[in-house]
C-alpha cells in the first residue's frame, strides 16, 4: 500500500497541521503521519510485506523508500525565503506511542540515564570533597577540568556512537557503557592523585557515559512521536532523582565508612540499574539506506544537518546553555560553603534542586507535546535567566533565598535537559536521530569542556565576592545567549507569531 505523494512547495512548508493523503480516513489510516512537526521537502513511501497468511506483519517489517531527491522538489523555497533541508521532510512512519513495549524502553532509558546524568547532577558534591582532601592544593581551575573532561568525553565521543546507534542499533552500546561506568567508580575508589582521578572519572567513566547517552536518548524516538516530549520527560527525571539520593547518601557515608566505599556502593548501584538498561533499551525502526544499499559512509558523522538555520541555531543554543547550567550545577554547593553555611549541610542544595529538576523534566514535557516543544522550551531558558541574574546574584548570606533559587532553577533548568533532544527530534527523521542527536552534542560538548574551568578562573579574578558575582553573571549571559538561539531558531521555523504550535 502506497500512502502520500511529494507535497509542492507550498503545502510543505510550515504549516502546523497533520495531512491525510487522499482517499484515506482516519480509520483506515495504518499509519501516523507528521507533517506538523517535522516539515520537510520529500515524503516517504511506507511498504508493510505481508505474512505468508496475507496478514500485516507489524511495524518491524515496514520499509520506508525515501522520495525527498524527487525532481519536482529540487529548488523548492519555503516562503520565507529558505530552502527544504533534508532534515525536515514529511515522514510517514508507524509510532506505537506507547504499550507496554514502549514504556519498558522508557523506563531503559530512565536506569541508563541515571548512570550518566545522576552522577552529572551531583558533582558539586565531588567538587567540594576533592578541593578538601585529595586534591586541596590544586585550584578551582584545575579540579573544575575533571567535570569538563567527563562531559566533553560524554558528549564528544557521541558523534561517532549516533551514527553507530543508527545502523547497528543498542544492544552492544548498552553492555560495554555500563561495564565501563561501573568499573570507572570501582577504580576511582582507589584513586588517590590528580591524575588518578582524571583517568578513572573522567576519562573511563566519560566513555561509558558516551556509549549510554545516545541510546538512551534514541531509543525512545522509535516508540514515541506525539507523545515524545512526555516519553523523554519521563525518562529524563532520572537524573533528578539521581542528583536528589546521590548526595544524601554521600551526605552520611563520606563522613562515615569514608571515600573508597561511598563510590563503591556507587558502583553497585549501577552494577543493578545496569540490568534493566540492557534488557529493555531497544530499536524498532529499521535503518534510512540509499537506493544503492548501505554505504560505509552511514557510519561516519553528517554535517550536512548544519545547512538547516534551525538545527545550527538549536546546537549553538544547547552550546550556551552548557556554559550557563554547570556553573550553578558545580559550584553552587561551595558558594554556599564560602557564605557561612555548614559543607556537610550544603550538599542538600544540590537534592534541592535536582528535586525541582524531577518536576521540571515531566511537566514541561506534557505542555510541549500540547503547545509545542520550541515555545516551551524558550519559555524555560527565559526563567533561567531571570532566576540567576535575580535570585542567585544577591543570595549572599540568605539560606532561603538559595533554597529557593535551587528548586526553581532546577525546575527551569531540568526542563531544558528534557526538551533539548525533543526539539533537536522535532527537525530530523527518528531514524536519523542517533546522528542529529550525536552531532549536536558534539557541538554542546566544547562548552561543557570550557565551562567549569572558566568558572574556576573566574573565581580567582580579584577578591571572593568579586569572583562568585563573575561566576553568576557569566552564567546569566550564557542562558541569555542561549535564549537568543532557540528564539531564532523558532522565528525561522514559523515566524513571530507566538501563537503558532512548534
Not at 83 to 91: D, G, I, L, N
Request: charged letters at 10%.
Amino acid at each position: 500500500m502506497t500512502l502520500g505523494q511529494a507535497p509542492n512547495a507550498e503545502d510543505s512548508c510550515l504549516k502546523n497541521h497533520q495531512q491525510l493523503p487522499a482517499g484515506e480516513s482516519l480509520s483506515t489510516l495504518p499509519t501516523f503521519i507528521d507533517s506538523s512537526d517535522q516539515e520537510k521537502g520529500g515524503s516517504f513511501v511506507l511498504k508493510r510485506e505481508a505474512n505468508s497468511d496475507g496478514q500485516d506483519s507489524g511495524p518491524e517489517s515496514d520499509t520506508i523508500q525515501d522520495l525527498s531527491d524527487s525532481p519536482d522538489d529540487e529548488g523548492a523555497k519555503c516562503e520565507n525565503g529558505l530552502a527544504r533541508q533534508p532534515s525536515a521532510a514529511t515522514t510517514v512512519i508507524d509510532f506505537p506511542e506507547g504499550g507496554l513495549q514502549g514504556w519498558l524502553v522508557v523506563f531503559g532509558s530512565f536506569c541508563a540515564m541515571i548512570s550518566v546524568f545522576g552522577l552529572i547532577n551531583s558533582a558539586a558534591v565531588f567538587e567540594s570533597y576533592f578541593s578538601t582532601h585529595q586534591l586541596v592544593n590544586h585550584s578551582a581551575s584545575e579540579i573544575g577540568w575533571i567535570f569538563s573532561l567527563y562531559l566533553f568525553i560524554v558528549f564528544f565521543v557521541g558523534i561517532q556512537v549516533g551514527p553507530i546507534f543508527d545502523r547497528h542499533g543498542a544492544r552492544l552500546l548498552v553492555a560495554v557503557g555500563s561495564l565501563l561506568v561501573v568499573l570507572s567508580l570501582m577504580l576511582l575508589s582507589l584513586s588517590k592523585t590528580y591524575y588518578q582521578i582524571m583517568l578513572t572519572y573522567s576519562v573511563l567513566g566519560g566513555l561509558g557515559g558516551a556509549l549510554l547517552n545516545c541510546p538512551a536518548y534514541g531509543a525512545i524516538t522509535h516508540f514515541f512521536h506525539v507523545r515524545r516530549g512526555l516519553a523523554t520527560g519521563v525518562a529524563t527525571i532520572s537524573g533528578g532523582i539521581g542528583g536528589i539520593v546521590f548526595p544524601i547518601m554521600l551526605r552520611y557515608t563520606l563522613p562515615s565508612i569514608g571515600f573508597p566505599w561511598s563510590c563503591r556502593i556507587l558502583g553497585f548501584i549501577m552494577l543493578g540499574l545496569a540490568v534493566p538498561a540492557n534488557l529493555f533499551i531497544k530499536t524498532r525502526l529499521k535503518p534510512k539506506i540509499s537506493p544503492d544499499g548501505p554505504k560505509i559512509s552511514s557510519l561516519l558523522p553528517d554535517f550536512s544537518g548544519f545547512r538547516d538555520l534551525r538545527y545550527a541555531f538549536s546546537a549553538i543554543g544547547i552550546f550556551f546553555m552548557e556554559w550557563g547550567l554547570f556553573m550553578p550545577l558545580t559550584y553552587i554547593v561551595s558558594y554556599a560553603a564560602a557564605h557561612g553555611q555548614d559543607a556537610t549541610e550544603s550538599y542538600l542544595l544540590l537534592s534541592y534542586l535536582n528535586a525541582g529538576s524531577v518536576l521540571g523534566r515531566v511537566l514541561p514535557g506534557l505542555f510541549a507535546d500540547r503547545i509545542g516543544r520550541f515555545n516551551v522550551v524558550i519559555i524555560t531558558i527565559s526563567l533561567c535567566v531571570i532566576l540567576v541574574l535575580a535570585m542567585w546574584l544577591p543570595a549572599a548570606m540568605s539560606r532561603s533565598v538559595l533554597i529557593g533559587y535551587a528548586v526553581l532553577f532546577g525546575f527551569a533548568s531540568g526542563s531544558n535537559l528534557g526538551l533539548v533532544p525533543v526539539c533537536l527530534g522535532q527537525l530530523c527523521d527518528a531514524r536519523q536521530f542517533g546522528r542529529y542527536y550525536s552531532t549536536a552534542m558534539m557541538v554542546a560538548s566544547f562548552g561543557t569542556l570550557s565551562s567549569v574551568p572558566i568558572g574556576g578562573a573566574l573565581l580567582e579574578m580579584g577578591s571572593a565576592e568579586t569572583g562568585w558575582r563573575a561566576v553568576i553573571i557569566f552564567s546569566g549571559l550564557s542562558y541569555f545567549i542561549a535564549l537568543a538561539c532557540y528564539t531564532s531558531a523558532r522565528v525561522l521555523a514559523v515566524g513571530f507569531n507566538p501563537r503558532v504550535k512548534f
